[in-house]
């Protein structure tokens, strides 16, 4: 959501991952609320260091848990995404983030060697990247709407 209007409400963003059930304890709300607006301030100051990174399980944790976690985050991002924005169509470069994000989804965690280690630490790096990409165009298409 973040990626797409830097302005989203994180109260609204609560709404949607919960479905509207908004039963929950006091202190894991705001403990999700902080979440959502510390992810907008690195977001906003990342932007000029690409000091942003994802929420995910440490390198020390099973190759197989980081996968999945990886496949949860995309899912999530399309979600947000889908919220924010449900147009059909993407621009080009666009276009070819959300498909690789779609395809992100379906990866397999039967993960086990140091080869597949790699390929996770490239995929981190390109979703990083991918996060600004977006970001960036729907920056650019505000701008060029208000001017």
């Known amino acids: 959501m973040l990626s797409v ?5 994180a109260n609204n ?7 509207n059930n908004i039963n929950i304890l006091d ?6 609320l902080d979440l959502f607006e510390q992810t907008r301030q690195e977001l906003n ?11 995910l399980p440490d390198d020390d944790e ?19 995404l889908g919220v924010v924005h449900a147009e059909g169509e993407w621009p080009n470069e666009i276009g070819e983030v959300m498909r690789d994000m779609i395809e992100l989804t379906k ?8 080869e597949d280690a790699n390929l996770l630490m490239e995929v981190h790096e390109y979703v990083r990247a991918a996060i600004f990409v977006v970001r960036d165009y729907f920056l650019e298409n505000r701008r060029s709407q208000h001017h």
Do not use: T
């Open 107 to 114: 990866i397999d965690s039967d993960v086990e060697d140091e």
């Open 45 to 55: 100051e990342a932007a000029e260091e690409f000091a942003f990174d994802l929420f």
């Open 13 to 19: 963003w609560l709404r949607e991952i919960l479905h």
């Open 62 to 80: 099973p190759l197989w848990e980081q996968v999945e976690a990886l496949r949860y985050w995309c899912q999530g991002f399309l979600f947000g």
């Open 5 to 9: 209007e830097s302005g989203a409400d």
């Open 27 to 32: 202190k894991d709300k705001i403990i999700l």
